[in-house]
Nanobody, 124 residues
Framework: QVQLVESGGGLVQAGASLRLSCAAS????????MAWFRQAPGKEREFLAG????????RYADSVQGRFTVSRDNRKNTMALQMNNLKPEDTAIYYC?????????????????WGHGTQVTVSS
């Protein structure tokens, strides 16, 4: 199982950018598809972006398409989420997750490993 730790969250103004990082430990990182999710107060955890084993394929939620970019570095066991043009509605706790599936998944139930999350707050 992969252990995951997120970092990079913070408080920013609308229109700003943030880059989140997810550090993974364990020998199987290169064999797991990864994803970013977020959860706002009172809402369900939602899929944002996923990336396949090699990093060649990605998938995004409509709400972040064109603003967020997911990437991974299998040599460093890390995944990143570049977030541009942030909006107040992006305020949430952001989680990285790892799945044993060889294809990109979007349902929380498909992910067996989760980080503890990092808070992103966007002020208007």
């Amino acid at each position: 199982q992969v252990q995951l730790v997120e970092s990079g969250g913070g408080l920013v103004q609308a229109g700003a950018s943030l880059r989140l990082s997810c550090a993974a430990s364990g020998p199987t990182f290169g064999r797991t598809t990864m994803a970013w999710f977020r959860q706002a107060p009172g809402k369900e955890r939602e899929f944002l972006a996923g990336i396949n084993l090699s990093g060649a394929n990605t998938r995004y939620a409509d709400s972040v398409q064109g603003r967020f970019t997911v990437s991974r570095d299998n040599r460093k066991n890390t995944m990143a989420l570049q977030m541009n043009n942030l909006k107040p509605e992006d305020t949430a706790i952001y989680y990285c997750a790892a799945s044993g599936s060889p294809t990109i998944q979007t349902m929380t139930t498909d992910f067996g490993s989760w980080g503890h999350g990092t808070q992103v707050t966007v002020s208007s």
